[in-house]
């Protein structure tokens, strides 16, 4: 089984030690880098892109000497930039919302469960964005914007669920209706609001439906 190969940024060594034990209890895991400062990351970053690179950065937003969302807009002048794993203790829409806006992977709370970790990194190294359910779920609280036109009401159930990371299967299971209705509802709602992907549709309900500019 080919390795993911992570590299973690954390400025408080004891979090960093306790993500690597982790996820090294992970088969297809590998730790090739750690640090506790943004510009050391980006220099072991130009160093391991010229070896085999590294597929998923896992980093804290809010550190002393480079910021989270600095690191996010350095690696994209990486030869090979890695998918970018916010990990951090606030999970408020704004902060959220600009991880995405500058092309993060993903988005997990440090109060989240270790296998939401597992999972963000698994779907970061094949293309997928993931916000942790919890997390979802505290932001979008529930209910859309009354005012968001269009929409019937099934299809702000479905955009509720969207929100809390449920997959078509889970939106099935949950509605009491096939997975092939819930894909063409997701696919519908998609259209009406103008998205390309269920994390635009997501970070929109985040935000309470106000607006599709900025998703």
Known sequence: MPHIRVYLVDDHEIVRRGLSAFLDTAADVAIVGETGDGHVAIRDLISLDESNGVDVLLTDLMMPALSGFDLLQQVKSLSHPPRVIVLSAY???ERVRRAFDLDAAGYVKKSARPDSILEAIRAAANGRQYVDPELAVQLAQGSLDPDVPSLTPRER??????AQGMSNLDIAHELFI?????????SHVLGKLGFESRIQLAL???DGGRGNDQA
């Open 178 to 186: 096939s997975e092939r209705t819930a894909r063409t509802h997701v």
């Open 157 to 162: 159930e479905v955009v509720t669920l969207v």
């Open 91 to 93: 999970g408020d829409s």
């Open 204 to 206: 929109w309900a985040l």
